[in-house]
């Protein structure tokens, strides 16, 4: 079964201290993983696409990187206003139209 | 500007009352998707559509439809409604080269 899993489900950092996420999956065939922020109230907003195992993609204080079962997304001295929650998203399987979602990881970020 | 509009952003309804979730996109993009987000349960698709007049079941379509008559629109239509489609709805479009789907605002529906 096609599954995505996200750890934590909440982080709390201060600010300036840098940590990661994790996103575990388990589709056959992947054809992309994709991170999403989202912040309350609105819907996801998209971040990075990454294709295939030892891919890394950056913006600002964020790298996603991806191996053959897991992503992570590096954040680095983050600041109050990275504070949301951070969603893993998958494609693939034998249905590419269908895309499967982690639960999030709510990030908290103290000044 | 590339927008995904949904209509009504809040909706508070009784049971076996039918209604209309109205999602519009001006990117001209192909694919459209109805997700539903559930505490805990993360974004689960309902419903998606490759193009005109061609859609598909999600993971979790029981009680809901879809129609896609124009490239634009992707309504999602709840005949009955029951407390258990209480959720956050996000309508999300893409197009073919599997770049990731931009996202509506969200409609956040209350079945009493």
């Known amino acids: 079964e096609d599954q995505v899993t996200q750890s934590p489900e909440a982080l709390r950092l201060q600010e300036g201290e840098s940590s990661s996420l994790n996103c575990s999956y388990t589709v056959s065939g992947l054809r992309g993983l994709f991170w999403y922020r989202q912040d309350p109230g609105k819907g996801p907003e998209f971040l990075f696409t990454l294709y295939s195992a030892g891919e890394e993609k950056e913006k600002e204080r964020l790298k996603a990187t991806l191996t053959k079962k897991e992503s992570f997304l590096h954040i680095t001295a983050p600041k109050p206003e990275d504070s949301a929650t951070y969603l893993c998203?998958?494609?693939?399987?034998?249905?590419?139209?269908?895309?499967?979602f982690g639960s999030g990881t709510k990030l908290n970020v103290k000044p | 500007e590339a927008q995904v509009t949904q209509n009504p952003r809040y909706l508070i309804t009784v049971t076996g009352k039918k209604l209309t979730v109205t999602c519009s996109q001006n990117m001209n993009h192909e694919y459209m998707s109805w997700y539903r987000q559930d505490p805990g349960l993360g974004l689960r698709q309902i419903y998606y559509s490759m193009n005109v007049e061609v859609t598909d079941k999600g993971d979790v379509p029981e009680g809901y439809k879809v129609s896609r008559k124009e490239k634009r629109n992707f309504p999602l239509i709840l005949e009955s409604p029951s407390p258990n489609q209480t959720s956050l709805y996000f309508c999300?479009?893409?197009?073919?080269?599997?770049?990731?789907?931009?996202f509506g605002s969200g409609t956040r529906l209350t079945v009493v």
């Open positions: 998203a998958v494609q693939g399987g034998y249905n590419f139209n269908k895309f499967y």
């Open positions: 999300a479009t893409r197009d073919r080269l599997n770049y990731g789907y931009t």
